[in-house]
């Protein structure tokens, strides 16, 4: 009967290390598949709207001296407080001879309101 015991016991105890384990699997791909779908709708957004960009395309924007920028209704943003992954609207503003000399970017709320 001890044998028995000692059986039941063992099995018991390896299945639950390995549920133990699939469920720590199972929580990680959640939440890969959660950063993919906001990835997917990031890519989606900006096939879909030439205007929309990502921080990196600002952040190039505010290296040029001769183009003003305005980001958030804030002139002369700081570069580093920019995100290389967050989504911007984007105007452009040209002279009268077809020179961009403005442009503005508006931050897109990519949080969630269903979460």
């Known amino acids: 009967m001890k ?3 000692t059986w039941i016991i063992g099995i018991t105890l390896t299945l639950g290390m390995i549920a133990l384990s699939v469920l720590g699997q ?3 791909a959640r939440d890969i598949g959660e950063k993919g779908d906001i990835e997917q709708t990031k890519v989606s957004m900006m096939i879909s ?3 929309i960009v990502t921080g990196n395309t600002v952040k190039n ?16 943003p700081d570069a ?8 911007y609207s984007m105007e452009k503003t040209y002279d ?11 931050q897109i709320d990519l949080s969630r309101s269903d979460s």
């Open 26 to 28: 199972v929580s990680g």
């Open 49 to 51: 709207d030439s205007n």
């Open 96 to 106: 009268a001879n077809g020179i961009l000399t403005e442009v503005k970017f508006e």
């Open 61 to 76: 924007y505010i290296k040029q001296d001769e183009i003003d920028v305005t980001v958030d209704d804030e002139t002369s």
């Open 80 to 87: 580093d407080k920019i995100v290389d992954g967050a989504l």
């Open 3 to 5: 044998n028995v015991m």
